[in-house]
């Protein structure tokens, strides 16, 4: 067989396999459909937290649950699976307003490094931005 009909056909199978995966679902992405959609995939990983409220990002691929203690539940949607995280002040590496809808941070976990995250109500953008400054974490060490 001459070489170019053996590339002719390995390019038409790739472009085959790649198309069937398409077609059948699997470039498709995971997206939060409500705040009880968070929570309730949240409860799958971690199901002993109870959420006290939840905030969704604009884009439905981010979820930040505040399960108390100074501690944040993080659904995150990546490709069509979902990453949980529980966070806390001390995870928080940066943390920045973009404006007064965005929060920007990065983690030290090194298997999620955080990111930028626009939310609808600037009062959740600013929740989430005051509950996860340091601070916040020793007011109750202040105060004794």
């Known amino acids: 067989m001459s ?7 390995v390019t038409f199978g790739i472009a085959l396999s790649v198309a069937a995966v398409h077609f059948t679902g ?8 409500s705040a ?6 949240f409860a799958e990983d971690f199901p002993d937290e109870i959420v006290a409220a939840a905030r969704l990002t604009t884009d439905a691929g981010t979820a930040f649950l505040d ?3 100074g501690r944040f539940g993080i659904v995150h949607c990546i490709g069509d699976c979902f990453l ?4 806390t002040p001390q995870d928080v590496v940066v943390l920045n307003a973009g404006d007064v809808n965005t929060v920007l941070f990065r983690l030290a976990d090194f298997t999620w490094k955080g990111g ?11 929740g989430l931005l005051k509950k996860l400054e340091p601070q916040h974490s020793n007011s109750a060490k202040e105060a004794a």
């Open 3 to 9: 070489l170019p009909i053996l590339v002719a056909i």
């Open 26 to 33: 699997g470039s498709k992405t995971a997206t939060l459909s």
């Open 36 to 41: 009880a959609h968070a929570v309730s995939r």
């Open 67 to 69: 399960i108390g203690r």
């Open 84 to 87: 949980t995280r529980i966070v």
């Open 116 to 126: 930028r995250f626009r939310f609808a109500d600037a009062a959740d953008a600013q």
